[in-house]
């Protein structure tokens, strides 16, 4: 029952601090936002577990003054709150409670992501089958390499965390990061030696997943599962289709019109729907797949 209360209360502190965020702040909002906060840290004081998060919003907490950087001060703010905040998620998902971790935008992260998967087309257009599986095998050793380096020496991974400062989100500095799980996912992809499936996997979410996160924390509104939203969720189905049916028009133009639709539109249905539920696998391995499975489905149908 604690451990539910808990829950409820960190779940109402990741939707507020959300509102904080480059693409969404308004200055006018700060006063409503500072009096949620100032009742949810009297809440959150009461609860054992989160009453060290309680002192650190107290203490940071920006003043009720109307300042000129008052962007500024409430994104420092929600930066200070953030080890905290990632500290009681992780406990909670110890107990198979979760909660979403805390990302705001990141437009250097989003541009890698973006870069990524046109690097990862690039490959899937030049290579055969087997050379693709080979080359995507190197990728994710290397990264599990680093996985496993950074576990065994604190200095490796503080050195790891500096380098990629500019991409990295704070929960990764403890858990498998996200690049990780993608080099995973390419290795599954190859292993269906199927051109469609892999262009269609890598470009829903190298562009499925940025703009539903830009387009989730600028215009979300209708929340649906782990900190998601509608609108989010829809954007992301809009500009993984779109993208994906173009990429099947450029190098599988054999498909023809109708069947490259299909595919896109499914690969990136069940792409969004795998963003949407997942909960303890990272959706860079889950989106990827789950994408390739629904382009898979339609493939076969047709």
């Known amino acids: 029952m604690a451990a539910q209360r808990d829950e409820v209360l960190v779940l109402e502190l990741h939707q507020v601090l959300s509102e904080i965020d480059p693409v969404r702040w308004r200055d006018d909002a700060a006063a409503a936002l500072r009096a949620r906060l100032v009742t949810l840290q009297q809440h959150l004081v009461q609860h054992e577990r989160l009453k060290a998060l309680a002192g650190e919003l107290e203490t940071q907490l920006p003043g009720p003054e109307v300042a000129p950087d008052a962007r500024t001060r409430w994104l420092q703010f929600k930066k200070s709150l953030q080890p905290g905040y990632e500290k009681i998620a992780a406990s909670l998902r110890a107990e198979k409670i979760h909660v979403p971790s805390l990302r705001p935008t990141n437009w250097a992260r989003s541009v890698f992501h973006v870069a990524g998967a046109a690097v990862s087309v690039l490959l899937i257009v030049v290579l055969s089958p087997w050379q693709l599986f080979f080359a995507a095998s190197l990728y994710a050793g290397t990264f599990w390499f680093l996985e496993f380096g ?153």
């Open 150 to 302: 950074r576990r065994r020496s604190g200095a490796m991974n503080v050195a790891l965390l500096k380098f990629f400062r500019h991409v990295v989100h704070s929960h990764e500095a403890t858990r498998v990061n996200s690049s990780t799980w993608y080099a995973t996912a390419l290795v599954l992809l190859t292993l269906t030696h199927s051109p469609v499936l892999c262009l269609v996997g890598v470009g829903v979410l190298g562009v499925g997943d940025p703009v539903a996160a830009f387009i989730g924390r600028r215009f979300g509104r209708t929340r649906l599962l782990h900190g998601r939203s509608l609108e989010g969720s829809l954007a992301f189905f809009v500009a993984g289709s779109a993208v994906a049916f173009g990429l099947l028009r450029t190098f599988r133009p054999e498909l023809g019109l109708g069947v490259a639709l299909g595919v896109a539109a499914a690969g990136s249905l069940f792409g969004a729907l795998a963003e949407l539920f997942s909960l303890r696998i990272d959706d860079n391995l889950s989106v990827p797949v789950a994408a390739a499975a629904g382009s898979a489905l339609v493939l076969a149908l047709l």
